[in-house]
């Protein structure tokens, strides 16, 4: 084993890790270059913000339209105030659109789903929705179904 | 002693765990000359070896090898210091996973930037005097073990040391073996003028070719002199060693209870 | 009573002793930087031998556990009809844990007791004393490299391991079980984070390996120089590195992945 075939297996070696690691950063973390896309914020206040966390998936029709960038309390209102980033290809949701938490499968992720509404105008950045719908909570709808609601 | 002594060692005390192996020893070695520690075994000598060369520090006394305190030098000046001598270990301790070619030209490369055709040079030189230049492809597992010492010694030699050390080099030889490693002992040191300290129980040999010889047992010097004062040396224990008695001050039985109570011969007592 | 008091009491200073020889012999090997024109190559001869030999293990490992994630996955997500969410399992456990945690182990029976018993056997046959003995230092020229080859391998390892793991569990979930090969991949990579879940995941196997490497290489040095010893010193390392990764494992996956 002379030292230049020594070499040449451990540079390859070094290279099948690296091969691995971008493997690992593109395929199966979804690290993607265009991450770097425009995105405008608009807001959402819910009652019961239920599951969904930062970085959480916002979807309209099914399709990822951007990502939750923070949870906070508003304690005036007492409601949970949500910051998303929509792609700014994503320009003309109707003002009249509502947020709504959904699971992904029985006991999936949430996520926020936009509801399309009618309107001729579009959210503007800065906007908040007017209507949301709070996540479902179990007990609740357990109690409701129990007393014959 | 008269002669030019190029290492003494003066009242060193050295245990290791709870063993005191060595309780005030003196020793002083001519340079030059062909100096044999020998003793019973257990008595220490490789600790000895190890005591010259720096690897051990003694508890107390000093060892002065060329002028210099060994025990109190720092790590990088022993390391330097450390370029001057030579070490053949019993077993060869050549690098298993270097050819002898390589083995042998090992302290040049790490210690000098010699050109490669120089350390060529060097390299065949000390294989042929140890009458291994044929052999410097060949790996240490594919050698003998007389074969694996010689080239130990080639290396140890490499830097052209002042003194070398020679740990049992006769260890297990057969009849040629030993001659071969007599004539190079002999030879280099007489050619290259230098200091050699030979740690042996083989009392023929280390007799035959020294020119200086003291005694170690019980952490101490029991005799030391050259060969045909120690022959007439007056001490039992001197006797007993180079004689090869089986009993004498080292006794033959190791201490137990007196027999007729381990055969149950006393009366009364079954 | 009084001396079995007294035995356990010195068990307890030996490991401390045995820990702080062990700190000062890891400070020995780290100052001791090895020069770039003379380490290079050391150490790439070591790299070597403790990470390109180590590949087949890795690779037959993680291919296997992959499958087997697979396997196991798809029979209990089936029950809650989330087989779709396989793939985000297999990677993720992969990534974060198992990846990391088996790559260390396998490394520490292969790698770390190949080095324990090499130093060792270096150490009966007085060739480290022999280099000392010539002004090498042996921490800096046989120590050192092997423990920088073991800190490099040990992350590359791991991520290869990850990545054969997730291919096979993809052969077995979307090939033969019938997962849609889309939904693999796609809930794969809106669960896994790179930040979070892949770099913390290297950064487990660097602490891993740095650990192995460690412990291997101070057992080798450190035993008595006999075959009783060598064989002695290979399973200590074995032992301790087994337990001191599953022990950081649970320290580094509390800190990097619990919610507090």
């Known amino acids: 084993m002379t030292q230049r075939t020594t070499d040449i297996t451990v540079g390859l070696f070094m290279l099948a890790g690296l091969a691995a690691l971008l493997f690992l950063a593109l395929q199966v973390s979804g690290l993607s270059p265009k991450s770097a896309k425009s995105t405008y914020t608009i807001y959402a206040d819910f009652n019961d913000t239920g599951g969904i966390t930062p970085r959480g998936r916002v979807s309209m029709a099914g399709v990822t339209v951007g990502s939750i960038d923070s949870i906070t309390l508003n304690k005036e209102t007492f409601q949970a105030r949500v910051a998303m980033s929509i792609h700014g290809d994503v320009n003309n949701i109707p003002a009249d659109s509502a947020a709504v938490i959904r699971t992904s499968g029985l006991l999936g992720e949430q996520y926020i789903d936009i509801s399309i509404g009618g309107d001729m105008e579009s959210l503007q950045p800065g906007d908040t929705f007017y209507s949301t719908q709070s996540a479902m909570n179990i007990e609740r709808l357990i109690s409701n179904f129990a007393s014959g609601k | 002693m008269g002669l030019d002594s190029y290492i003494t060692l003066k009242d060193v005390v050295f245990s290791r765990s709870d063993r005191r192996i060595f309780n005030g020893v003196s020793v002083e070695i001519p340079r030059g000359k062909i100096t044999a520690v020998m003793g019973p075994s257990g008595s220490g000598k490789t600790t000895l070896l190890r005591l010259v060369g720096g690897q051990l520090r003694p508890d107390s006394g000093s060892i002065i090898v060329d002028g210099q305190p060994i025990g109190e030098l720092r790590r990088k000046e022993l390391y330097k210091f450390r370029e001057k001598m030579g070490m053949l270990f019993q077993s060869g301790a050549l690098f298993t996973d270097l050819s002898v070619y390589e083995n042998v030209a090992f302290p040049m490369r790490v210690h000098t930037k010699l050109p490669e055709d120089m350390i060529n040079d060097i390299v065949l030189m000390k294989l042929e005097a140890v009458g291994l230049r044929g052999a410097r492809k060949l790996m240490p597992s594919e050698l003998s073990g007389g074969m694996n010492r010689r080239v130990a010694l080639a290396r140890s030699i490499a830097l052209d040391p002042e003194l070398i050390m020679y740990d049992e080099p006769f260890a297990g030889q057969d009849p040629i073996g030993m001659g071969v490693l007599v004539k190079l002992i002999r030879d280099l040191n007489s050619s290259m003028g230098l200091t050699s300290v030979l740690v042996s129980h083989d009392v023929q040999e280390s007799l035959s070719i020294c020119h200086y010889a003291c005694i170690i047992a019980d952490g101490k010097v029991i005799g030391a002199g050259t060969p045909s004062e120690l022959q007439d040396h007056p001490s039992e224990q001197v006797q007993q060693f180079l004689n090869g008695h089986p009993d004498g001050p080292v006794p033959f039985h190791y201490p137990s209870s007196a027999a007729t109570e381990d055969f149950g011969l006393a009366g009364g007592v079954s | ?260």
């Not at chain 3, 007294?6 to 400070?27: C, M, N, P």
């Open chain 3, 1 to 260: 009573m009084i001396d079995r008091i007294a035995s356990f009491g010195r068990s307890g200073t030996d490991l401390v002793v045995s820990i702080g020889r062990a700190g000062r012999f890891l400070a020995g090997v780290l100052s001791g930087v090895p020069r770039p024109i003379t380490g290079f190559p050391l150490l790439m001869k070591q790299l070597y031998s403790v990470g390109v030999l180590s590949l087949a293990i890795i690779v037959v490992s993680g291919l296997f556990i992959g499958m087997v994630l697979g396997l196991q996955g798809y029979t209990i997500l089936s029950d809650f009809g989330s087989e779709a969410a396989i793939g985000q399992m297999i990677a993720l456990t992969l990534v974060r844990e198992l990846g990391p945690v088996v790559t260390a182990l396998l490394f520490a029976g292969r790698a770390g007791s190949a080095l324990t018993a090499e130093i060792g056997l270096m150490k009966a046959t007085e060739q480290l004393s022999s280099m000392e003995m010539m002004g090498v230092d042996p921490l800096r020229r046989v120590i050192a490299p092997r423990l920088w080859a073991g800190f490099i391998a040990m992350p590359v390892l791991a991520i290869i391991f990850s990545m054969v793991g997730i291919w096979g569990g993809m052969l077995v979930g979307v090939e033969w079980l019938g997962v849609f090969e889309g939904s693999y991949w796609g809930n794969m990579q809106a669960s896994v984070d790179f930040w979070d879940d892949v770099v913390n995941g290297i950064i487990k196997s660097v602490v891993f390996g740095f650990v192995c490497a460690w412990i291997a290489v101070y057992q080798g040095y450190d035993c008595v120089p006999t075959s009783a010893g060598i064989s002695s010193a290979t399973t200590k390392t074995v032992v301790y590195s087994s337990l001191a990764v599953l022990g950081l494992d649970f320290v580094l996956t509390a800190v990097m992945f619990g919610n507090f």
